[in-house]
């Protein structure tokens, strides 16, 4: 029997605390091991279910310790790169929260660090790893829409009511457009394989963060339209219209806490499909597939090289932004 891959994570986060460090726990083939962090109150959270978890009180310590395999980083955005270089170097393999960088320039290192350190790093894109999206990538190719016309969608919530949140912040990385437009460009760009060729913006900022975002792009074969708001009522929703039926998918980017997961299928022949995954769970998808690819069974969904052009299209977004 293969050993379990031996996991800590670098910080109290409570995004980490709710659904990461849960997943870990649950994920076949891995064990949350360890929790680098200086609150003692904030580690109480974890060892509520997970009570063996050795407690570190800073991140070097728990890179440190040779019983560590992999790490996962849920720290605020400007901390990525730092903290998933450190780690490789340190000998883990790393999952890091999205965006992994903020700005595509970056993952030049990241690239190198992971490629001399021969492990895995990758970010930690949840949602390429739900059967809801590898079945509409499926679709897609299969030309269950034909030609494709469209894309659009919407990824909303509203914390105005909490200033001090890290994505209200901009030394933090924060902002609607790094924090879910990864969800509404990665997603496109997942299904289609296609890359944007030029792009305009409506960007409405607060406090020096975008807090709402409408995007409109051309990809080669078809055209591209979202918002994103940290000031909206919350919803969630991407469609895919082809000239011979169109894809819709419900709860796309949360699946099974903000909605069920969905994906509707309507053809030409005013035939309506409809397939729905309830229960199943993409944080424990994304770490088995990570588990997986470490041991060498299978690539994985979601290398360097994929976050890389999603954030080279937020980079578009921003220069089309100040070029406006």
Not at 219 to 243: C, D, I, K, L, N
Not at 275 to 282: C, K, S
Request: glycine share 8%.
């Amino acid at each position: 029997m293969t050993d379990p891959i031996r996991w800590g994570v670098l910080g109290a986060a409570k995004f980490a605390k709710d659904h990461m460090a849960r997943a870990i726990h649950a994920a076949e083939g891995a064990r949350l091991a360890a929790l680098a962090t200086s609150s003692p109150g904030k580690a109480a959270g974890f060892q509520a279910f997970c009570p063996d978890l050795k407690v570190h009180g800073d991140y070097d310590a728990l890179l440190a310790d040779p019983e560590i395999d992999a790490v996962y980083i849920p720290l605020p955005n400007h901390l990525h790169v730092e903290w998933t270089i450190k780690a490789l170097e340190a000998g883990k393999h790393v999952l890091c929260e999205k965006p992994i960088a903020m700005q595509e320039s970056e993952f030049d290192r990241l690239i190198a660090a992971r490629d001399k350190a021969g492990l895995l790093a990758a970010e930690a894109y949840m949602i390429v790893h739900h059967p809801q999206w590898q079945r509409a990538k499926a679709l897609y190719e299969q030309g269950a829409i034909g030609k494709l016309v469209l894309v659009d969608g919407v990824f909303s919530y509203d914390n105005r009511a909490d200033p001090g949140n890290i994505r209200n912040k901009p030394e933090t990385g924060g902002g609607s457009l790094p924090d879910i437009g990864v969800y509404t460009f990665g997603s496109a760009r997942f299904v289609t394989g296609e890359e944007p060729q030029a792009v305009t913006a409506h960007i409405r900022r607060e406090n020096d963060v975008d807090v709402f975002a409408h995007v409109a792009a051309d990809f080669p074969s078809f055209r591209y339209s979202s918002v994103t708001s940290m000031r909206m009522f919350p919803r969630q929703y991407m469609a895919f219209h082809g000239e011979e039926g169109v894809m819709r998918l419900t709860g796309p980017f949360n699946a099974g806490v903000f909605d069920q997961a969905e994906l509707t299928l309507e053809n030409g022949a005013m035939s309506v499909t409809t397939e729905r995954w309830p229960g199943l769970n993409h944080y424990v998808e994304q770490v088995q597939n990570f588990g997986s690819a470490v041991r060498g069974e299978a690539a994985y969904p979601c290398p360097l090289e994929f976050s890389r052009g999603t954030q080279r299209m937020i980079d578009m977004v921003l220069a089309a932004e100040e070029g406006a």
